[in-house]
């Protein structure tokens, strides 16, 4: 019983085994490509949509740029135009430039002052707040830029009212010799260009010059005119995007685009956090429909593999049962020849000792002998020796009593009429030892045909057994039923049952539970080889203190019309 | 003829113990006996002599078996019963035999007791036979005397 669990436990584990080997594989196999193709999409996603906010940033950057560039373009050009049709002597007339600086201001704006500086330097005619006349500029850098380049715009300063501004200054030849036209920019104009991209929560836009000096106020960090903490060395030419961590380590995106010849950089600053949000929930619904996927695929899974376990298990057990089945009968059907065999071999010495000492018997009945003092001894000897011959061949016919009936006789058989035949001749043994033997027979079964005599020695065999199983005091019940194509009789008592090791050998010959010489231990196996001839079974089923049933199937094959 | 036997019997068996007691018991019993130890042996006494019954080992190693020699035997004296004996239950060479015109089988061990009373059943058969076969004769010869002549010539063969 113990090794039988401990074999039952074994084989628990393995299953297990193999459900746990199982469910892993499939996960492995199913979760891998969800997991490396949500992962992809992740960051393929998310790699995308930086790319989509840079480029974005990058067109505003430019966008922006050109605006200011056109503001600048427009000033120079007005500068420009004023300085080409007007002479140098109609400009030193500070009554026309101061006419020129009102056209000037009233078709573009933003301009603060205007001045003509001559070929030397000096500041000969000026129009503005600034008291700016008679300075010499020829030291300056920028009068040798303009000089050289014939345009210059300077960088932004804190003019007079705490303003910004910025120069612009642009020369004219003139025959030989040249003078420059000087004019100060409000820069808070183009100030409102840039400020008009400062878009979102934290979208920036900005100019630096090429030391990363602010030329306009900045929305967030920094003041205008102040050192950025941009390097502006990253920024190439053309339009690009950078990306920075500030101090709260919080992405930031930078697109720069460098304006006015190189000088400047109009800068557009945002925060990566709030452009992502779209991304964000894009990405946790991802995750949750992958970790939804996961979480199914597992399921379904684990509840697949315990289903085929399972199943396999109940297969397996029912190959079990059948195999043992088989190999039952196989050894039943050897065993059965082999007595045959055994039973030829003993059944001629035995009838050598019968006639030999039915001789002996013979002869000592003559007269001679009959004076002979141990004549009596003989015969006992003779007699006994006649006895255990008698009781050699009732095992040895017992063996044969299954073979020498292989030929079944066929006739119309009413199951239920052996039965209360059996019962009958039963009846008496069984009311002397207080049995009550009761039956429930069902009209439904029908006529077969098969050998009477041989279900008659099955069911004697069945009913006897239970008898002497029970012992005194008891009931047997007997059973019939139509059960589809077959026939079934079950044969109960409730005796003491048979030992769970003994039950697999009850149909072998010579096996028996009763007392040495009491049982032959062919009962049994003469029923099942029977039964089994005609194409039935016989099952036991039996439990310790209860009883033990037996139930014989037997086909139903219906009896030729005569 | 020892007029002491109520009726012959052959025994045929290669068992020389069985054969040699079973012998020497029936004639004690006043069934006149002879034991032959195989086939042709029991078709070489059959030919000479007139059984009533044979008693027949159907299960014989070497030489003729059982069923072959009762093939013969029915050949030679179709009236003679026979009974088979064997050692194990081998059904179908018994039912064969039966076909065959056997009276009967016995399954070894037998009681002397039970095989006196299956030859003497064998014996009455036969008798019985012989007996309709001569009334019938009777009732021929009686119809047609001239035919005494065709009987004697018929037996001479």
Redesign the interface.
């Known amino acids: 019983m113990i090794e039988g669990k401990r074999q039952q436990d074994m084989e628990t584990s393995r299953y297990t085994g193999l459900q746990r080997k199982i469910i892993l594989l499939t996960l492995l196999v199913s979760l891998a490509p969800l997991i490396v193709l949500g992962a992809t999409i992740y960051y393929q996603f998310a790699g995308m949509y930086r790319a989509k906010i840079t480029q974005q940033i990058t067109y505003r950057s430019r966008g922006l740029a050109q605006a200011v560039e056109l503001f600048l373009k427009e000033r120079t050009a007005i500068l420009c135009s004023m300085a080409d049709t007007h002479h140098f002597n109609e400009m030193i007339d500070e009554a026309n430039l101061s006419r020129i600086f009102e056209i000037m201001n009233s078709r573009a704006g933003a301009f603060v002052d205007l001045g003509v500086i001559d070929g030397n330097g000096r500041h000969l005619a000026y129009i503005g707040p600034y008291d700016l006349k008679g300075l010499n500029y020829y030291q300056q850098p920028w009068f040798g830029e303009v000089m050289a380049k014939g345009v210059y715009i300077s960088d932004v300063y804190m003019g007079y009212r705490r303003l910004p501004h910025f120069i612009i200054a642009v020369r004219r030849q003139e025959k030989s010799h040249s003078w420059i036209l000087r004019a100060t920019i409000d820069s808070g104009v183009f100030e409102g260009i840039v400020k008009a991209a400062q878009v979102g929560k934290t979208g920036d836009a900005f100019i630096v010059n090429k030391s990363g000096v602010y030329q306009t106020q900045p929305r967030f960090e920094g003041r205008i005119l102040t050192k950025s903490k941009l390097e502006t060395s990253s920024f190439g030419g053309g339009t690009t995007g950078v990306e920075k961590k500030n101090s709260e380590e919080k992405q930031i995106l930078f697109a720069g685009t460098w304006i006015n010849h190189g000088k400047w950089l109009v800068v557009i600053r945002q925060g990566v956090t709030e452009e992502m949000t779209g991304l964000f929930s894009t990405r946790n619904m991802e995750i949750a429909i992958v970790l939804s996927g996961i979480l199914a695929i597992i399921l379904m899974t684990v509840f697949t593999t315990r289903m085929t376990i399972s199943r396999l298990r109940a297969a397996d057990v029912k190959a079990g049962e059948m195999n043992a089945q088989l190999m039952q009968s196989d050894k039943l059907a050897a065993l059965g020849k082999m007595a045959?065999?055994i039973?030829?071999?003993i059944?001629?010495p035995?009838?050598?000792?019968?006639?030999?000492t039915?001789?002996m018997q013979?002869l000592l009945n003559e007269e001679e002998l009959q004076q002979s003092k141990n004549i009596d001894e003989f015969r006992t000897s003779i007699n006994k020796i006649e006895e255990h011959?008698e009781r050699a061949?009732k095992v040895v016919?017992g063996m044969?009593g299954f073979?020498?009936?292989?030929?079944p006789h066929m006739e119309d058989v009413d199951i239920n009429a052996v039965i209360n035949q059996t019962i009958d001749l039963l009846g008496n043994y069984a009311r002397i030892n207080n049995i009550t033997i009761t039956s429930e027979l069902s009209p439904d079964v029908p006529i077969i045909a098969a050998d009477g005599a041989q279900l008659q020695q099955v069911f004697m065999n069945l009913v006897s057994n239970a008898i002497d199983a029970i012992g005194k005091d008891g009931r047997i019940d007997i059973k019939s039923r139509r059960m589809g194509p077959q026939i079934h009789i079950e044969v109960s008592d409730n005796g003491p049952g048979i030992p769970e090791e003994k039950q697999k050998r009850i149909f072998d010959p010579f096996f028996t539970t009763k007392e040495t010489g009491k049982g032959t231990g062919l009962g049994l196996w003469v029923t099942h080889n029977i039964v089994e001839k005609m194409g039935g079974a016989v099952n036991m089923r039996s439990e310790e203190g209860k009883g033990t049933t037996f139930t014989v199937r037997i086909p139903i094959v219906i009896p030729e019309k005569k | 003829m020892d007029t002491m036997h109520y009726f012959r019997v052959l025994v045929v068996d290669d068992?020389k113990?069985?054969l040699e007691?079973?012998v020497?018991?029936l004639d004690?019993r006043g069934i006149g006996t002879e034991g032959a130890l195989n086939g042709e042996k029991a078709l070489e006494l059959m030919r000479e002599k007139r059984f009533d019954v044979v008693l027949l080992d159907i299960?014989m190693p070497g030489g003729m078996d059982g069923i072959e020699t009762l093939r013969e035997m029915k050949k030679i004296a179709p009236l003679t019963e026979v009974i088979l004996l064997t050692?194990?239950?081998s059904?179908?060479s018994s039912?064969e035999g039966m076909k065959l015109g056997a009276f009967d089988y016995l399954?070894?061990?037998?009681?002397?007791e039970d095989l006196v009373t299956k030859l003497a059943q064998a014996f009455e058969k036969k008798e019985g036979q012989d007996q309709k076969i001569r009334s019938a004769k009777i009732k021929e010869l009686m119809r047609f005397p001239g035919r005494v002549f065709q009987q004697e010539k018929e037996e001479e063969k």
């Open positions: 045959a065999g039973a030829h071999e059944n001629n035995l009838q050598v000792i019968v006639e030999k039915g001789w013979d011959v061949r016919h044969l073979a020498r009936k292989m030929e | 068992e113990d069985f007691t079973i020497k018991r004690k299960k050692g194990h239950a059904v179908e039912i399954l070894k061990p037998v009681k002397l």
